[in-house]
T-cell receptor, first 113, second 114 residues
Framework: GENVEQHPSTLSVQEGDSAVIKCTYS??????FPWYKQELGKRPQLIID?????GEKKDQRIAVTLNKTAKHFSLHITETQPEDSAVYFC????????????FGQGTILTVHP | GAGVSQSPSNKVTEKGKDVELRCDPI?????LYWYRQSLGQGLEFLIY????????KSGLPSDRFSAERTGGSVSTLTIQRTQQEDSAVYLC????????????FGPGTRLTVT
């Protein structure tokens, strides 16, 4: 089945800096890659996603890039704000994991004011 | 509109008891998923319902776990003879169609087995 590795496990940045979180996946047939933000005690919230037919997608301060050849994808947050502090999860689905999400282990992002 | 809802929000049970967790998906969403979130294991897939198709049960950790989806809407996850290692947050998600795209999560049920 699919395996997703996520790095780093923790990330600390100053307000206004950029943050980058990276994930690799194992199943070359996977075709959908969402990112979720989870604040303490809250549900995971879908913030952006990308399908395998595009290489990059942007939504205001967040962007996701996908490299199918290398089987990795990344989340980029620019101009970070304290309210961006949360745990971020990447996930993959498709191929042998059709319909179900396989998650990375999560990145704790802390944005210092 | 209303999001995914789950009940109860918290459940404390004694080891060996059975528990039922409920999920109400977003209206019109044909796909429903259960995941489990625990400190040591992250977010792990349990089971996936798509329309009237047979569910994908490949993530259920043991035969003590089962789930039903009635009328293509509400789902119940049942854990029989609970064990301490079942303690976790059980999350339900739903999506509009096939393929697992754009899954929206409920608030979860925190299960504690004493």
């Amino acid at each position: 089945g699919e395996n997703v590795e996520q790095h780093p496990s923790t990330l600390s940045v100053q307000e206004g800096d950029s943050a980058v979180i990276k994930c690799t996946y194992s199943d070359s047939a996977s075709n959908y890659f969402p990112w979720y933000k989870q604040e303490l005690g809250k549900r995971p919230q879908l913030i952006i996603d990308i399908r395998s037919n595009v290489g990059e997608k942007k939504d205001q301060r967040i962007a996701v890039t996908l490299n199918k050849t290398a089987k990795h994808f990344s989340l980029h947050i620019t101009e970070t704000q304290p309210e961006d502090s949360a745990v971020y999860f990447c996930a993959a689905s498709g191929g042998t994991s059709y319909g179900k999400l396989t998650f990375g282990q999560g990145t704790i992002l802390t944005v210092h004011p | 509109g209303a999001g995914v809802s789950q009940s109860p929000s918290n459940k404390v049970t004694e080891k060996g008891k059975d528990v039922e967790l409920r999920c109400d998906p977003i209206s019109g969403h044909t796909a429903l998923y259960w995941y489990r979130q625990s400190l040591g294991q992250g977010l792990e897939f349990l089971i996936y319902f798509q329309g009237n198709s047979a569910p994908d049960k490949s993530g259920l950790p043991s035969d003590r776990f089962s789930a039903e989806r009635t009328g293509g809407s509400v789902s119940t996850l049942t854990i029989q003879r609970t064990q301490q290692e079942d303690s976790a947050v059980y999350l339900c998600a739903s999506s509009r169609g096939q393929g697992g795209y754009e899954q929206y999560f409920g608030p979860g049920t925190r299960l504690t087995v004493t």
